[in-house]
T-cell receptor
Framework: RKEVEQDPGPFNVPEGATVAFNCTYS??????FFWYRQDCRKEPKLLMS???SGNEDGRFTAQLNRASQYISLLIRDSKLSDSATYLC???????????FGAGTILRVKS | NAGVTQTPKFQVLKTGQSMTLQCAQD?????MYWYRQDPGMGLRLIYY???????DKGEVPNGYNVSRLNKREFSLRLESAAPSQTSVYFC?????????????????FGDGTRLSIL
């Protein structure tokens, strides 16, 4: 089992839609979680950090479910500019390392 | 406001050639990292440096060496390039976290080096 798993997608949604991605992780002791956004042929950029049960930043909400070992990213009122790959990143206490998921592709269409 | 700067942005090498990828950050971060990114896979850590003067192997260190020249600069060297090293390479930096050597702080990335080895 991979340490961090994401549905690769692609998720194809119309503008204005609400879309959610899940990310599961294997190490129950993990404490720190991040969502990054990566545009095609660009570097990953931090979208938000998730240190407790969740975080909200405008149209973006991240939620953490420790019991089921997953984090989710919810995007409301999708914009064309939200089209990108979203990377889930988990700090693994065991091994003391950051592990990146392979990413979920989102395509927002008009 | 440069952040993390990588050079070169593109490079084509022949098998067996050597080269060094350069990375510099101006955010006063302690920790620096080198990753490679291949299609369908997450970023994989090659080497990292928790602080000036220290370096440690990551998940895929074979075929690479690194140098933490000073707090700002962290270079990655391919001594004898192989086609399997064709990839996109990202350098990143972060503040040192409170979880030992490897930081649990968010990382800031350079814009990558696209390396092809023929």
């Amino acid at each position: 089992r991979k340490e961090v798993e994401q549905d690769p997608g692609p998720f194809n949604v119309p503008e204005g839609a609400t879309v959610a991605f899940n990310c599961t992780y294997s190490n129950s002791a993990s404490q720190s979680f991040f969502w990054y956004r990566q545009d095609c042929r660009k570097e990953p950029k931090l979208l938000m950090s998730v240190y407790s049960s969740g975080n909200e930043d405008g149209r973006f909400t991240a939620q953490l479910n420790r019991a089921s070992q997953y984090i989710s990213l919810l995007i409301r009122d999708s914009k064309l500019s939200d089209s990108a790959t979203y990377l889930c990143v988990v700090f693994m206490e065991y091994g003391n390392k950051l592990v990146f998921g392979a990413g979920t592709i989102l395509r927002v269409k008009s | 406001n440069a952040g993390v700067t990588q050079t070169p942005k593109f490079q084509v090498l022949k098998t067996g050639q050597s080269m060094t990828l350069q990375c510099a950050q101006d955010m006063n971060h302690n920790s620096m990292y080198w990753y490679r990114q291949d299609p369908g896979m997450g970023l994989r850590l090659i080497y990292y440096s928790a602080s000036e003067g220290t370096t440690d192997k990551g998940e895929v260190p074979n075929g690479y060496n690194v140098s933490r020249l000073n707090k700002r600069e962290f270079s990655l060297r391919l001594e004898s390039a192989a086609p399997s090293q064709t990839s996109v390479y990202f350098c990143a930096s972060s503040y040192r976290g409170d979880r030992g050597l490897h930081s649990n702080q968010p990382q800031h990335f350079g814009d990558g080096t696209r390396l092809s080895i023929l």
